[in-house]
């Protein structure tokens, strides 16, 4: 198991940029896809972008491609989530998560084992 602590979230204006950091303890972390889930008040949890445990093989959803990027930094045990252009829909509690996922699995179809306690992003009009 894994234990995740997002960090980032806050207040920012449409257009602007946050970049969201889930710092990882335990060692099977570099073995793990990660994957970045949001939910907005009165809608249901959304996958946002996913990666594999070696960097090489990205998801996004269609609501964020071109303006977000995950990455992961497995010496440091963290993973990033760069949110530009941001929108009032980007609005949510995005809650990093992670799990082990088949190789011939897509990654989209992630069912995360662990997850961060959330970290709310608000971008104002």
């Known amino acids: 198991q894994v234990q995740l602590v997002e960090s980032g979230g806050g207040l920012v204006q449409v257009g602007g940029s946050l970049r969201l950091s889930c710092a990882a303890s335990?060692?099977?972390?570099?073995?793990?896809?990660m994957a970045w889930f949001r939910q907005a008040p009165g809608k249901e949890r959304e996958l946002v972008a996913a990666?594999?445990?070696?960097?090489?093989?990205?998801y996004y959803a269609d609501s964020v491609k071109g303006r977000f990027t995950i990455s992961r930094d497995n010496a440091k045990n963290t993973m990033y989530l760069q949110m530009n252009s941001l929108k009032p829909e980007d609005t949510a509690v995005y809650y990093c998560?992670?799990?082990?996922?088949?190789?011939?699995?897509?990654?989209?179809?992630?069912?995360?084992?662990?997850w961060g306690q959330g970290t709310q992003v608000t971008v104002s009009s």
């Open positions: 998560t992670g799990g082990l996922l088949s190789p011939f699995k897509s990654i989209a179809t992630i069912d995360p084992d662990d």
């Open positions: 335990g060692r099977m972390f570099s073995s793990y896809t």
């Open positions: 990666i594999r445990w070696s960097g090489g093989s990205t």
